[in-house]
Each structure stands twice: as structure tokens, then as C-alpha cells.
């Protein structure tokens, strides 16, 4: 029973014994959690009380939400540090996951003037657009568009992309992503995106665009990216960049391929 005398609300006590339930482990990724009135019920508190406590769980990802079948347990969000320029097939390999891709585009095509602008291209020039669906564990996390400096990516044109990690065949062909520009913007999914990723249209998403540089400091991709918003987590570590002697190390970008 939850304590009505506490001073802690009745909402957060509950919300409390359902996180317990969950990190314990005796409620497991895809458990249907019991519904409003049951937990109302259990608890012996109101429908209000237990529809906050639900409504937290699931902004923090905890739990998930399908409608006309009730509430879940979400999968556990991947974690991800942004001071580490890593590829996609690393970090789902790091995990204990199976990294894989379909390839949704692959052809030459004329820059738009932005992905001109980010590569330092000349007015006649081509890049090649790679655009793929990324899973992990045959489940899709993400889909990204990446345009490719023609010059020095040409080699992808000739490779088999499903499956297989961007940067490992560049850094055969002696392309080293070195660093990269990146930048976060929470969106609603649009409807081609939401039907590739499995989930409903208008789904929260992180749209990233990204800037990438090889080892002699040349940009040679530009890439756009959904991410879904209900599998990951960005991390970063920050710090006070005077005390630390000018040097930060919050300071960093991610990559997803």
C-alpha cells in the first residue's frame, strides 16, 4: 500500500514502486503493465493519481504507450556518449547487439546548395547520396541520408552497403573520419520516416546533421538523420572549461555509422 500521510505524493510513491518492478527485473521488456483502473485498484488511489505516475514513466522512456492495447515496458534506451566520434556498427557491436542495414539509396546526384556548402564543392560537382535503415537486433533505430564527396568517396559506389560500416570501407580505401559538426533538433516524425522505423506518424525523433572531416581536416560527408527519440539517449560530459586550464572535455560530437 502506498502511504497517504507521506509527505512524498501518492502519484511519485507509485511511480516509485513501478520503477522497482522494472529495474528488479520482475517486469520485463514488453510486460503489459496492468491498466489504470487495476493499478487504482492495488494501490487503493484514484485514476488521476495513477494516470500521472504513468504519464512520467513513459516521458522518461520507461514505459511505452500503443494504442487500443495498453501501456509496456519499454526496451532499455541506448546510451550514447557524444564526446567520441564512433560508427554505428561499433557501438551496437559494444552492446551485445546485431548492427545491420538495408539500403534504401544509393546513387550520383547534384548537391543541394547546403550539402555544397558543408563539402566545399565545386558548381559543377556530384556527390553520392547513401541513404539506409539502420537496426540493431533486426529493430529499426534510425534512418540516415549521407551525401558523399564524390572525389573521395567513389569506391562506396562499387560496394555492397547492406550490413556493412561506411567508415570501415572508407578507412580501407585510407579515409580516416577524423571529427565532425553536429547538430540536435527534436521534430515529429513525417510519414515516410515513421512507416521505415516502425512507429506512428508524428512520433518524437531526433533530426541530426552532421558534418564529418577526414584526417587532413577536408569535409567529405553530410549526412541527415532520424533517430528515434523512444531508443536513445544522448550523453555528454561537461565541465567548466576556465578551471579545467581551457580545455574541455564535455566538449565532442557522435556518429551514427
Known sequence: MLDGNSPIPLY???KARIEEQIESGRWKPGHRVPSESELGEIY???RTTVRQA???LVN????LRIQGKGTFVA???IQQRLSQLTSFTQDMQARGKQPDSQVLRLELASPSPQVKEALQLRAESQVIVLQRLRLADAVPMAIETAYLHFEKCKAVLDAD????SLYQLLQSFDLI???ARQQWTAVACPGVESRLLGISKG???LRIQRTTYDQYDHPFEQVESYYRGDRYIFQAELSDHHLAGGNSPGSGWFSGK
Open 54 to 56: 504513468l504519464a512520467e
Open 203 to 205: 512520433s518524437p525523433v
Open 44 to 46: 487503493r488511489v484514484s
Open 60 to 63: 522518461q522512456g520507461m514505459l
Open 75 to 77: 526496451e532499455p534506451r
Open 12 to 14: 511519485y510513491q507509485l
Open 161 to 164: 552497403m547492406t550490413g556493412a
Open 177 to 179: 573520419p577524423t571529427r
